[in-house]
């Protein structure tokens, strides 16, 4: 019985189908269908033994989970519906961790904002903290410490600012400490002090120089959700919006991510994903991709994965080394896999706002080039097998109508692209945590626009996508995944044009996407000199 207990909630104890893409799914509010049928589509129950030890948890929590067992304590992830075994009673301290806790971040505050309604994820996490037995542990002196990307929604400055914040808090009995931060060592302090009654700090935020070094980040126990495996931390790139960006860039060694895979595979898990803020970045000290170290890495990853997909990559890393992402795709579409997924930030059409808010995400191109650089990307990245969902910042204090407009325009640009375009309100992160949310209220009709096109792009391409995304789903449980995914982009759509909310783009010559490698002369290749 462990006497340190961690767990998230149904909507992040879950494998989303098999498809850590549709974990987006849990981001919005269950609209006109019962929350039951959400539940099916996008986070369905995750396994468990008779414990209530999961068979996959997410990654993070398996990292916390695994520095406190190397620590010498008794601590196990715990699925959310079997909490009431540990409590009250053998559990002393219970550590919580999300995405999203309650639905303030992007995607969420967007469809909160467009629907008017509480996001599931915010939904399932206040229904988990509210059940009597976590309650009435909490009454008992039990102790609860919230961390995860997160932690911030829960710290006493949010809760000052959001007053319903705080009634929820008050209402589970309190929460000890916040810890925002990479917690992989702290988490003993925390915890070993939680066990041994001492006064606990409200809210610690461990300072990026305090990150912990590659060697002392555990290497997880046991299995992750959808096979997601680390392979660095960090980002150089320096956004204004982002918080990844403070810390130190750090890169595993090979050895260190085959543990992690393997540990994966043990359990079955044949298709899996390599997380990192950049995975072309992979073992570079600046802004040029290694192919040296990167095409070893999709080798070893392909020997425990059918499928091997991609958390984030960015656009001009992508660009940097056009020539790159073919030597991938042979690695990686081979046997069962066609195809890749993988998530990147677009954020603008504008160059303007390049300039302002994250000059970094271009380099080494100049501001000027971004649209450009886009759409050559959606070229190289389709001609290549890649199927992005590529996230758009809609309000950043910075934005006038004409960056809205030229946004706009890139979405034109890339309406064959086969992609989901997600346009997403502004939240403050990063070092823009200061300024203000950006709320439904403010959305100008231009914003308006942005959103449909984006609606409707995604509509459109869904539908193709559909057939791509479950290849691998044969026979009777394939076709009923199609149908039930097929029905609910159909029903997105009657909403969408009962509502208004299509739109289709308006210029007559729309410019083709090409690929920069039939076009190589068209982006002058950067000559920075890779150390
Ligand atoms: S490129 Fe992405 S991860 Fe890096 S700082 Fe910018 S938004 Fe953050």
């Given at each position: 019985m462990p006497e340190v207990v961690l767990t998230c909630d149904w909507t992040m104890m879950s494998n989303h189908n098999g498809k850590e893409f549709l974990g987006f799914g849990t981001t919005t509010p269950a609209l006109v269908l019962p929350e039951a049928a959400y539940r099916r589509l996008f986070y369905p129950e995750m396994k468990t033994d008779a414990d209530g030890h999961p068979q996959m948890a997410p990654y993070g929590l398996r990292k916390v989970e695994a520095s406190l067992i190397d620590g010498g304590f008794d601590a196990r992830i715990i699925h959310p519906s079997f909490l009431s075994r540990y409590m009250p009673g053998e559990a002393k301290v219970l550590l919580i961790s999300g995405h999203d806790y309650l639905a303030l971040n992007p995607p969420s505050t967007t469809f909160a904002g467009i629907m008017k309604k509480e996001p599931l994820n915010r939904v399932n996490f206040m229904r988990m903290m509210r059940q009597p037995h976590v309650v009435e542990a909490r009454r008992r002196g039990m102790k609860i410490i919230a961390g995860g990307p997160c932690a911030w929604?829960?710290?006493?400055?949010?809760?000052?600012?959001?007053?319903?914040?705080?009634?929820?808090?008050?209402?589970?009995?309190?929460?000890?400490?916040?810890v925002e931060g990479e917690a992989d060592l702290y988490v003993r302090e925390i915890v070993g002090k939680a066990?041994?009654?001492?006064?606990?700090?409200?809210?610690?935020?461990?300072?990026?120089?305090?990150?912990?070094?590659?060697?002392?980040?555990?290497?997880?126990?046991?299995?992750?959700?959808?096979?997601?495996t680390e392979i660095g931390r960090g980002c150089c790139r320096g956004c204004s919006f982002c918080s990844v960006t403070q810390r130190p860039t750090r890169w595993y060694p090979l050895e260190k991510i085959e543990?992690?895979?393997?540990?994966?595979?043990?359990?079955?898990?044949?298709?899996?994903?390599?997380?990192?803020?950049?995975?072309?970045?992979?073992?570079?000290?600046?802004?040029?991709?290694?192919?040296?170290?990167?095409?070893?890495?999709?080798q070893m990853a392909k020997k425990y994965y059918e499928h091997v997909g991609w958390s984030h990559v960015a656009v001009a890393t992508l660009m940097t080394k056009p020539n790159l992402l073919p030597k991938i795709h042979d690695i990686l579409c081979t046997g069962s896999q066609s195809w890749w997924g993988v998530e990147i930030g677009m954020e603008t059409g504008s160059p303007r706002l390049?300039?302002?808010?994250?000059?970094?995400?271009?380099?080494?191109?100049?501001?000027?080039?971004?649209?450009?650089?886009?759409?050559?990307?959606?070229?190289?990245?389709?001609?290549?097998?890649?199927?992005?969902?590529?996230?758009?910042?809609?309000?950043?204090?910075?934005?006038?109508?004409?960056?809205?407009?030229?946004?706009?325009?890139?979405?034109?640009?890339?309406?064959?692209?086969?992609?989901?375009?997600?346009?997403?309100?502004?939240?403050p992160l990063g070092h823009l945590e200061k300024k203000d949310w950006f709320k439904r209220d403010m959305v100008t009709e231009r914003q308006k626009e942005l959103m449909t096109r984006a609606l409707s792009h995604g509509i459109r391409q869904s539908r193709d996508l559909l057939n791509v995304f479950f290849e691998n789903k044969e026979g009777f449980s394939g076709r009923a995944y199609r149908t039930a995914f097929a029905s609910f982009i159909g029903f997105i759509e009657f909403i969408a044009r009962e509502k208004g909310l299509m739109s289709e783009p308006k210029r007559d010559s729309r410019t083709p996407i090409e690929s920069p490698l039939l076009h190589p002369e068209r982006i002058p290749l950067p000559t920075i000199p890779v150390r």
């Open positions: 929604q829960l710290s006493p400055v949010t809760r000052q600012k959001l007053g319903w914040i705080d009634e929820f808090v008050r209402e589970i009995g309190g929460i000890d400490t916040v066990l041994r009654g001492e006064p606990l700090p409200e809210h610690v935020i461990i300072p990026p120089k305090e990150a912990p070094k590659v060697e002392q980040i555990s290497t997880m126990r046991y299995a992750s959700v959808n096979g997601l543990a992690e895979l393997a540990i994966n595979r043990s359990v079955g898990i044949t298709d899996g994903l390599l997380h990192s803020d950049d995975v072309l970045f992979y073992g570079s000290p600046n802004i040029m991709p290694r192919e040296e170290k990167i095409l070893p890495l999709m390049i300039t302002k808010a994250m000059p970094g995400k271009v380099a080494p191109f100049r501001a000027s080039q971004w649209p450009e650089l886009v759409v050559q990307a959606a070229g190289l990245l389709n001609d290549n097998s890649v199927y992005p969902a590529c996230t758009f910042i809609v309000g950043l204090p910075q934005e006038t109508e004409e960056d809205v407009i030229k946004t706009i325009d890139l979405f034109d640009d890339l309406w064959d692209f086969k992609a989901i375009l997600v346009p997403m309100f502004f939240v």
